[in-house]
């Protein structure tokens, strides 16, 4: 009996190692498949960024222009300088991937347990890693593109100092980059999460390895088009998305902006 027991007991040991061993295999193959995506949508949301910055003044100009706010004040993106980003391109690239890797890491450390669950925690996870490391990471960048002799100009980019301006308290950036730069980051994370969930149930699951392959070609492919497509496509894209999350919201119909109403403006 008392054999009969201690097998019992091993059987029940070696079941659970399998268990524990194939849902780590299954988490390490859902972190690759993220890899792609995650990055790409890092890189877009800075991109953004940088065009939200470069804007801010302006769009403060041509907002005080405006008698009504019905229609909001036109500004006609334009394509970054490519070798300036470049330059900032290591900020995103290193937040996209430590943001996907924490989210994944944190969010299956105890077992994949209800799956919709596990998505959405991992979405979150990367919205707010990516975004928070980017606050630390940008002003570290511009530190050392300083340092090395190679600043970003305003002949490179407009308003060059609008990217590089971290504020009158330097360590609040970090913070304020979190509040102001989330809405790109669960945008960001939506985007990942509903293309990993479609590319893995278009496969059938992550149980082979040939799968996950698949699952991770697909996911290149859309990361690099989509990239491509914002770096060097037409400016719908950029423009469509610049509308999304930097035009300012249209007032009321009818209502009077601050400056009229005070008599500012005439």
Do not use: C
Not at 12 to 35: G, T, Y
């Amino acid at each position: 009996m008392e054999r009969l027991l201690e097998k019992s007991l091993d059987d029940q040991f070696a079941m659970e190692r399998e268990r524990r061993s194939a849902q780590a295999l299954l988490n390490r193959r859902l972190l690759w498949i993220m890899f792609p995506l995650g990055t790409a949508f890092a890189v877009a949301a800075y991109y953004l960024d940088i065009s939200t910055r470069v804007a801010v003044p302006v769009l403060a100009e041509l907002q005080q222009e405006l008698l009504y706010y019905d229609p909001r004040p036109d500004y006609d993106v334009f394509r970054l300088n490519l070798s300036a980003f470049i330059r900032l391109l290591p900020s995103a690239l290193i937040a996209g991937t430590l943001g996907i890797w924490v989210s994944v890491y944190v969010v299956t450390y105890n077992g994949r347990k209800f799956l919709a669950w596990m998505y959405g925690l991992i979405g979150l996870g990367y919205a707010v890693s990516f975004t928070a490391l980017l606050g630390f990471l940008i002003p570290l960048n511009v530190w050392i593109l300083n340092k090395s002799g190679l600043p970003i100009t305003d002949s490179e980019i407009p308003f060059s100092d609008e990217i590089t301006s971290f504020g009158d308290v330097v360590f609040m950036f970090p913070y304020s980059y979190l509040v102001t730069g989330m809405e790109r980051g669960l945008w960001a994370a939506a985007a990942l999460v509903i293309l990993s969930v479609l590319g893995v149930r278009l496969v059938g699951g992550l149980v082979t390895l040939q799968r996950m392959i698949r699952v991770v070609s697909i996911n290149v492919v859309i990361a690099v088009i989509f990239v491509g497509m914002l770096l060097f496509g037409q400016n719908g894209l950029h423009q469509f998305l610049f509308n999304q999350f930097v035009q300012p919201p249209a007032v009321t119909k009818g209502t009077q902006p601050q400056a009229i109403s005070d008599g500012i403006l005439p």
